[in-house]
């Protein structure tokens, strides 16, 4: 992922956000041998600083909701959360460079992010060598929890399913919801992101595929593919990239009379989709997405949502929600093991079962990639009117 989503969150808003949880004074006074640290590595600014804010708000939010509720509790003991957050400025040297400040001079416990795949590539080593987990809310490539070797990375994890398993389940919503059996992809060939969502859909998808597109990121005239298309045999369109160029291929395509279900994957989840496209050319499109307001995933999903909104003014976005799920799984993994030790953490992470997230209740894999079911959203006149859960 690179971008999407804007993010209004203020410090005096998520302030405000604490009194609604009945926090008081007295948190503060916590020994610090009752304080777990936590790290957080978010691009809160620089080409993915749409997500990093969604994500650090979510954050801070599980943070403050955790610490209200009591804490973590270990051994009969109370514990409360302490999150130290730092900038990576989506840049790989200063990704590296903050992780390591937060492992070895802060010596936090745990990390949430990075937020992006290069990023959570860069931050690996410096995670390996401190023996410290990393829960990465939102990178999406599927070899960020492995070795070149293919053994898992033992302190990566994530709580977004990885892409290929996007494309799979995108697959079986155009087949079982949609009732496609011949469609044309668009695919961004720029990153493995497209491409690895666009081998997961081919393979998984049960109609016929009847034809591929490629194109680079930043190209804005898609008139040619689409004539060249537009006489085949097709019901459905799958545009596997980002809103930018997803949106052009939209409006276009409207333009020119082809008005077949779109589907596309969490990068066209963006209202800068509808934006480029025109909300009137944003109808019967619909897109991955890993949280919902109105799919309410699991018991905790509708609460979360509304105690998010009464804090913020605005409901969560699925960046959000994720790096939300990301420090309760830590606190999960905390009290399973009943240890506040980095090797315990990395052991209940790994071991985590069944868990209520609000993005899915999830278990994690042997390659330390979450199990969970996935939301389809659907816009009609540029905005979101319906939401199915795929599982």
């Known amino acids: 992922m690179k971008k999407i989503i804007i993010v209004g969150a203020a410090f005096i808003v998520a302030v405000g956000g604490i009194a609604a949880f009945g926090v008081v004074n007295k948190s503060s006074k916590v020994s610090t041998s009752n304080v777990i640290k936590i790290g957080g590595v978010f691009d809160t600014s620089g080409d993915a600083s749409s997500?990093?804010?969604?994500?650090?708000?979510?954050?801070?939010?599980?943070?403050?909701?955790?610490?209200?509720?009591?804490?973590?509790?270990?051994?009969?003991?109370?514990?409360?959360?302490?999150?130290?957050?730092?900038?990576?400025?989506?840049?790989?040297?200063?990704?590296?460079?903050?992780?390591?400040?937060?492992?070895?001079?802060e010596k936090v416990s745990a990390i949430v992010g990075p937020v992006i795949t290069s990023g959570v590539q860069s931050a690996v080593p410096v995670a390996t060598q401190g023996k410290t987990p990393m829960i990465s809310p939102t990178a999406g490539a599927d070899n960020i929890t492995l070795q070149k070797n293919g053994d898992v990375q033992p302190y990566v994890f994530r709580a977004q399913y990885k892409n290929s398993f996007m494309g799979t389940k995108m697959a079986q919503f155009a087949t079982e919801n949609l009732k496609a059996k011949n469609i044309v992809i668009f695919q961004d060939n720029s990153s493995d992101y497209g491409t690895g969502i666009t081998s997961a859909f081919k393979k998984a998808f049960k109609g016929n595929v009847v034809d591929v597109e490629s194109y680079q990121a930043g190209t804005k005239d898609f008139q040619a593919v689409l004539t060249k298309i537009k006489d085949k045999k097709f019901d459905a369109i799958a545009i596997n990239g980002y809103y930018t160029e997803?949106?052009?291929i939209l409006k276009q395509m409207r333009d020119m009379g082809i008005n077949v279900p779109v589907i596309g994957p969490d990068g066209i989840g963006d209202p800068k989709t509808a934006e480029?496209?025109?909300?009137?050319?944003?109808?019967?499109?619909?897109?991955?997405?890993?949280?919902?307001?109105?799919?309410?995933a699991t018991k905790v999903s509708a609460p979360f949502a509304k105690a998010y909104k009464k804090a913020y003014g605005k409901y969560p976005s699925q960046f959000t929600a994720l790096a939300y799920d990301s420090v309760r799984m830590i606190k999960a993994a905390i009290e399973n093991e009943n240890s506040t030790s980095k090797s315990a953490i990395t052991k209940g992470l790994a071991n985590l079962k069944n868990f209520?997230?609000?993005?899915?209740?999830?278990?994690?894999?042997?390659?330390?990639?979450?199990v969970k079911s996935m939301v389809m959203v659907g816009m009609t006149d540029g905005k979101e009117s319906s939401a199915v859960v795929v599982k």
Request: glycine residues 10%; charged residues 20%; positive net charge.
């Open 51 to 105: 997500y990093g804010k969604a994500e650090q708000d979510g954050a801070d939010f599980a943070i403050k909701q955790i610490n209200a509720n009591g804490g973590v509790k270990v051994n009969g003991k109370n514990y409360k959360f302490k999150i130290i957050n730092k900038d990576a400025k989506t840049d790989n040297t200063e990704t590296a460079s903050v992780t390591s400040s937060l492992i070895n001079n």
């Open 246 to 248: 997803g949106g052009a």
């Open 276 to 296: 480029i496209a025109g909300n009137k050319n944003t109808s019967n499109v619909y897109y991955a997405s890993h949280f919902s307001v109105d799919a309410p």
């Open 356 to 370: 209520d997230g609000v993005t899915g209740k999830m278990s994690i894999d042997k390659d330390h990639n979450p």
